[in-house]
Nanobody, 116 residues
Framework: QVQFVESGGGLVQPGGSLRLSCACS????????MGWYRQAPGKQRELVAG????????NYEASVKGRFTISRDDASHTVYLQMNSLKPDDTAVYYC?????????WGQGTQVTVSS
């Protein structure tokens, strides 16, 4: 059973940047497509970005395209989300999980707050 530990969130001013990390347990990580998701207060959880095995293909939600970059390091079983030009609307709890398939159990996530 794969498990996820997200980190790197915090409070940042509009226009700022953060880099989120997700440490993943479980075998065969390099074969697993991974995604970053977020859930804002009062809203449903949504996919922010996805990356296939071997980083062959990436996909982004329209509002983050050009600002966020998903990447992975298969050697360390880690998925990253580089977030630039952050906006107040990006405020949410960010989670990582499987991408394009039924999700595994969710981790605790990491809070991102964009505010002046």
């Amino acid at each position: 059973q794969v498990q996820f530990v997200e980190s790197g969130g915090g409070l940042v001013q509009p226009g700022g940047s953060l880099r989120l990390s997700c440490a993943c347990s479980g075998s065969q990580f390099s074969l697993i497509p991974m995604g970053w998701y977020r859930q804002a207060p009062g809203k449903q959880r949504e996919l922010v970005a996805g990356i296939t095995a071997n980083s062959y293909y990436t996909n982004y939600e329209a509002s983050v395209k050009g600002r966020f970059t998903i990447s992975r390091d298969d050697a360390s079983h880690t998925v990253y989300l580089q977030m630039n030009s952050l906006k107040p609307d990006d405020t949410a709890v960010y989670y990582c999980n499987l991408y394009g398939v039924r999700p595994a159990d969710w981790g605790q996530g990491t809070q991102v707050t964009v505010s002046s």
